[in-house]
C-alpha cells in the first residue's frame, strides 16, 4: 500500500512554469508506475501524464506534450511534474496516481489504485 501527497500548486500566469511534487510513503514505491491527472472546473478528470516504475518510459496527453515533463526519484519517494509555458486551459487540480507494475490502461483513472488529494493549479491569462 502507499500514499501520496502532492505539494507544489499556484497561481502562475500564462506563459510561467510551476513544480508539483507527489511524495509517497511505503518501501515499495519503486514498484510503482506513477501518473499526474488533473481535473478542470465542471469538466471530467483527465489524464496528463505517466511514468514507469523504473522512470525508463513516459508517456504524456498531447495537450501538454513538449511543455510538461514527468520524473522520479525512487530514493526519495517522490513523482515530478515539471510544467512549462502553462496556459489558461492547464488550470485544475492536479492529481497523482499509483498503480502498482504497470496500470492496464496507463490513462484510465479506473486503472490506477492509490491516489493523493490534490493540488490545485492556476494558470492567470
Known amino acids: 500500500q502507499v500514499q501520496l501527497v502532492e505539494s507544489g500548486g499556484g497561481l502562475v500566469q500564462a506563459g510561467g512554469s510551476l513544480g508539483l511534487s507527489c511524495a509517497a510513503s511505503?518501501?515499495?514505491?519503486?514498484?510503482?508506475?506513477m501518473g499526474w491527472f488533473r481535473q478542470a472546473p465542471g469538466k471530467e478528470r483527465e489524464f496528463v501524464t505517466a511514468i514507469s516504475s523504473s522512470g525508463g518510459r513516459t508517456y504524456y496527453a498531447s495537450s501538454v506534450k513538449g511543455r510538461f515533463t514527468i520524473s522520479r526519484d525512487n530514493v526519495k519517494n517522490t513523482v515530478y511534474l515539471q510544467m512549462n509555458s502553462l496556459k489558461p486551459e492547464d488550470t485544475g487540480v492536479y492529481y497523482c496516481?499509483?498503480?502498482?507494475?504497470?496500470?492496464?490502461?496507463?490513462?484510465?483513472?479506473?486503472?490506477?489504485?492509490?491516489w493523493g488529494q490534490g493540488t490545485q493549479v492556476t494558470v492567470s491569462s
Open positions: 511505503g518501501r515499495t514505491f519503486s514498484m510503482y508506475a
Open positions: 496516481a499509483a498503480q502498482i507494475g504497470w496500470p492496464k490502461n496507463y490513462v484510465s483513472q479506473g486503472d490506477y489504485g492509490y
